[in-house]
């Protein structure tokens, strides 16, 4: 699959630009272009992060709509896809935190004789087959913590070069193979303590 950020060519940047300056005028309709390029993208790191389509299909909705209430304040000269972004990802995590939050008041609720063991925050069948070693990997991506679960999902399913990465996350790309790196060995870790599931797998 063709990383979506690979359509950095300066005609689709002057493109861009132009849409978002139309934006700016107030022609919403312009809006359109970003929407449909980024759409896919965005689609598919909220439902890596979020683990749930119709969880993904809202939040990466409300990215745009907030991208788009914002717009007039976007510096043009920039690119916007960091931008648009770091909307989403926080969005993303607001949104855990949240269901989070919400399981736990539950829990709290609920008699702890009649409290079943859950699985953990990731519903992996919306994502792989339901194979049983594939479905080990992402309920072991769904337990590692936020900036771990991101740089898997961005390298290995949006298939991220690491200067992407860096770019996206607003980081040296040093930082991007290091958090990579600790990514990796604690998926491990979680993998080996499942007894199954390869990274592969997927």
Partial sequence: MEPALDMDAAGARAQERDAIL????????????????????????????????????DVSQEAFIRAFRHIRRF?????????????LRNLCFNHLRARRAQRLFALEETDPEEVEDSAPDFD?????????????VWQAIGRLPERYREIIVLRHFQQLSYAQMAE????????????????????????EQDQGGDLNEV
């Fill in 124 to 136: 992996p069948e919306v994502l792989v087959e339901r194979d049983e070693r594939a479905t080990a």
């Fill in 22 to 57: 139309r934006c700016q005028r107030g022609e919403a309709e312009a809006f359109k272009l970003l929407v449909e390029r980024y759409q896919r993208l965005a689609y598919f790191v909220a439902l890596g992060l979020v683990g749930c389509h119709d969880d993904a299909v």
């Fill in 75 to 87: 510096d043009a000269g920039r690119q916007f896809l960091p931008w648009f972004y770091r909307l």
């Fill in 168 to 191: 996206l996350l607003s980081v040296p790309m040093g930082t991007v193979m290091s958090r990579l790196y600790h990514a990796r060995r604690a998926l491990k870790r979680l993998l």
